[in-house]
Each structure stands twice: as C-alpha cells, then as structure tokens.
C-alpha cells in the first residue's frame, strides 16, 4: 500500500518509496512493480502521473485523476507554476545559501537554462577518515528548483562538488562506497518534501508535503541531526 497525502476528486499525491518506478520504463528492466499501477490498484481508477520523480528520489509525487487535469496540472508545471521543495544530505560543507545557474543537456543533446536555489540547514562532521581528510563533513540542503530539467538537482549538486549522498552515476562513488560499506546505507538521500500550486479547478491554494522515509531518517541520526 502506498502512503496517500493528498486525496480530492480530481488529484491524488503519495509519498513515494526511493527505489520504486513511476511508470514502466525500457531503461530499468529489472523492476516488477510502479507506482502507477499499484496506486491504480490501491484505488480501483485510472491515474495519470502529472510529473516525474527519478525511481531513487523519495517523496511527493502527483497524479492526476483525469486526462483534462492531467493537462491542466502538467501545464502548470510547464510553466513554473508549481513550487517544488526538496531536501538532500550532500557531501562538504555548502555556503549557507546561493544559487546554481547552469544550463544542462537533455537527453536529446538539447541544452537548457537550469536554475536551482539551495539553503544549507545543518552541518555534521564525522570522526571518519576519507581520503587526504581526516574527518567526513556533510550538509543537509533544501533544493528549490526553479526549472524542472531531468537530474536536475543531482546534476547540479555535483557540478558545485557537493554531490547527493547514494547518487549515482552523478554522484561521488568513493563517498557512496563509504556509506554502504560503513553503515550498509544505499539510498540516494534526495526527498521530494513539499509541491506548492493554485488548484486548477477549485482555485484553492494547495501545499502538500511528504515526510522522511526511514534511511534517510537513519542517516540524520548517524548524522546527529535528531530532529
């Protein structure tokens, strides 16, 4: 069962699993089970996803209950008219805000404006050695992306040499070697907290948020971030 956040006649949001697949995809073949299908089997109707997760980012994740929403609220995020938060745990210590201005190539060898504001909530160093340091240090990060490019976030977390925690292939693989070797951890530590808009048919202003999910819970504890 997928945890429901969100539930009105014309939207539905979940909190969705690191690791599960929003749809059935060529590229990811070993997968057996999607968000689409089991949330359509969760409530017995048709769901249209109405934005993109990567399969390794936890968190908010919206679907639709009709094609016209589906239209209204992907034009919506077309048109940067969706407030998206996440949250990250990164390596190195980050300013305690910036912003990341850097255009990014598509899959389709398009390159694209990409822009990502940040705000660095907490520090944590670690008595263990990686590399020439003799300690480990880490940020935890809220992303606020105000373009929506794929991988964007991953992308530019590792363009500035902070990288996402578990990313991969974009991330750092000796950090990530350290955690699963250390404390058994292999999520990608980037969560989809909160999805801000105008609700397309009642005009409510909506804000729907998801809660921390149970490794990325577990490496704040590690971390010394207990709350």
């Given amino acids: 069962m997928l945890e429901i956040i969100f539930h009105d006649e014309h939207l539905v949001a979940i909190n969705k699993p690191h690791g599960l697949l929003v749809h059935r995809s060529p590229i990811a073949a070993d997968a057996s089970e999607f968000a689409v299908q089991i949330l359509r089997d969760q409530l017995g109707q048709r769901v249209y ?70 705000e660095r909530l907490a520090t944590s160093e670690l008595p263990v050695a990686f590399g020439k340091h003799p300690t480990s240090r880490y940020s935890l990060v809220k992303l606020l992306p105000e373009t929506g490019r794929q991988h964007q976030l991953r992308k530019h977390m590792a363009h500035i040499f902070h990288p996402i925690i578990g990313d991969r292939p974009h991330g750092c693989n000796k950090q990530n070697k350290l955690w699963l070797e250390k404390w058994q951890m292999n999520s990608m530590l980037l969560h989809a907290e909160s999805l801000r808009f105008e609700h397309p048919f009642t005009k409510e202003k909506i804000e729907i948020e998801a809660g921390l999910q149970g490794e990325f819970l577990r490496v704040k504890k590690i971390l010394g971030w207990a709350n």
Wanted: hydrophobic residues 35%.
């Fill in 49 to 118: 996803p109405a934005h993109r997760l990567d399969r390794k980012t936890g968190g908010v994740l919206l679907f639709a209950l009709s094609p016209e929403m589906n239209s209204l609220m992907q034009s919506k995020f077309e048109n940067r008219q969706v407030g998206k938060s996440y949250l990250a745990i990164v390596r190195g210590y980050l300013p305690e805000i910036d912003e990341i201005n850097y255009p990014l190539t598509n899959e389709n060898g398009l390159t694209q404006d990409a822009v990502t504001h940040y």
